[in-house]
């Protein structure tokens, strides 16, 4: 588990949505790894206002506003993120 724990501390990690799941998982993951980028292909979030009241105060979370994570980084890696217009 510690070895885990060490390997995502040099990471950027992904987290996809902005319900409750997707805002819980990136302050999790904020305490976790270097750096936590947020995608959501709205302009704001639909999680309960106190986690989206946390999230700013997270230096290491950056929020991407009006995109989607496209089939490429699905299939191979961090290859496109869209502008919310993607083929799904």
């Excluded at 510690?2 to 805002?23: E, F, H």
């Excluded at 302009?43 to 105060?57: T, Y």
Aim: aromatic share 4%; charged share 25%.
């Amino acid at each position: 588990m510690l070895d885990t724990v060490m390997a995502l501390a040099a990471q950027t990690t992904l987290s996809a949505g902005g319900g409750n799941t997707a805002v819980q998982e990136a302050l999790y993951l904020s305490n976790l790894a270097s750096k936590v980028t947020v995608v959501h292909r709205r302009d704001r979030f639909r999680a309960e206002p106190i986690l989206q009241d946390r999230l700013p105060a997270k230096p290491n979370v950056e929020v991407i506003w009006n995109h989607v994570i496209g089939r490429g980084y699905r299939r191979a890696g961090a290859e496109e993120v869209g502008d919310g217009h993607s083929d799904p």
